[in-house]
């Protein structure tokens, strides 16, 4: 068994607010931490020589290159702060017996919430209003909102915040269709297990709580518009890459949908965590939509919760303990 206080963790696009969280965390494990504000990079990856294990998150992309330079630095162990791991290349990893474990359980209520919050933003036109209200422009016009109680809400993804989100949306008294791999009893109770073309069919809004994947990706297309209600609404909170964004822009233009909401964005690693203020937005699709009323975006915050922060903390660290004790991780990927 290894002792694992004498393991270096370096962990990389690291927050200020996170760091109280790190050691009041680290208690248990003993852990060697530095931190870097910055995110890891073919540029930066010699910081990681002298380090045993790097957390990263979702903004790092493990391909060839990158596995190789952890791999000649001297990592041994991944912890990606993310229930997605569609950024680690896990063959890459494995011809250098690097192994990484993800976080698939953290506080999936803060991702419900979020959605539902959008949902609701968007059926009462929040966006619109809150531009009125600091224009100082108090009349009704355009504003008349739809009630959630007398919608069908159809969610594609059915595991921990996919059911998280049935079990919130149960309490508004809206008809929910739910269409996922792995349906549990809770999903069964709730909703109406569904194939993917009658839910599109039915819902007057889509959720999206799916992982990325090869088959998933750009699920949400051209197509699959086609198929949807006219006017129906559409919010991800999932992966980016699920979504055909120009699709859904030339959507939004003809109405075929009548809104779109999302804390992911397919080409987010352009603006993410970038201050643009007084600044023209060089990727002119996101402009474009950021420019319509019926059009929501968060920053990929839906997560971003103490509760979460914690628990995506812990697990990291649980599972670079395991690695290091046992060679083993449950999360590992």
């Given amino acids: 068994m290894e002792k694992t206080g004498t393991w270096k963790v370096l962990v990389t696009a690291h927050r200020q607010d996170e760091t109280a969280i790190f050691e009041k ?5 003993g852990f060697l931490l530095d931190y870097q504000k910055e995110q890891l990079t073919l540029k930066n990856a010699n910081v990681l020589k002298g380090y045993d294990a790097v957390a990263i998150n979702a903004g790092c992309e493990v391909d060839r290159e ?30 250098y017996g690097i192994k990484a474990a993800n976080v698939p359980g953290y506080s999936p209520n803060a991702i419900s919430e979020h959605t539902v919050l959008l949902i609701l933003s968007l059926l009462r036109k929040m966006k619109t209003q809150l531009r009125r209200i600091e224009e100082q422009y108090f009349f009704l016009n355009g504003l008349r909102g739809r009630e959630l109680k007398s919608m069908t809400v159809g969610v594609i993804g059915t595991g921990r915040i996919g059911t998280a ?37 039915q819902s007057d809004i889509v959720v999206l709580h799916c992982p990325m994947s090869e088959q998933n990706y750009h699920m949400i297309d051209a197509e699959a518009i086609q ?16 979504v055909d964004t120009k699709a859904v822009y030339e959507a939004l233009k003809s109405g075929r949908l009548g809104g779109f909401a999302m804390d992911v964005y ?10 643009y203020r007084g600044k023209q937005l060089d990727d002119l699709l996101l402009a474009s939509l950021l420019a319509m009323d019926q059009v929501i975006f968060t920053t990929h915050t839906a997560f971003y919760t ?14 670079l303990d395991s690695f290091f004790r046992t060679g083993e991780s449950e999360n590992e990927i």
């Fill in 266 to 275: 397919e080409y987010e690693d352009q603006t993410a965590r970038k201050d």
């Fill in 165 to 201: 989100t049935i079990q919130d949306l149960s309490g508004f008294g809206c008809r929910i269709l739910a269409n996922g791999h792995h349906p549990n009893p809770e999903v069964q109770r709730l909703a109406e297990q569904t194939d993917l073309e009658p839910l599109l069919a």
């Fill in 25 to 29: 965390v680290n208690k248990r494990f």
């Fill in 306 to 319: 103490d509760q979460a922060i914690e628990n995506i903390v812990e697990s990291s660290l649980e599972n």
């Fill in 227 to 242: 198929k949807m209600k006219p006017g129906a609404l559409l919010v991800n909170t999932a992966r980016g890459g699920l």
């Fill in 66 to 95: 990158m596995a190789a330079a952890m791999h000649e630095a001297g990592i041994r162990y991944i912890a990606t702060r993310t229930a997605g791991k569609d950024h680690i290349d896990k063959n890459e990893i494995k011809k």
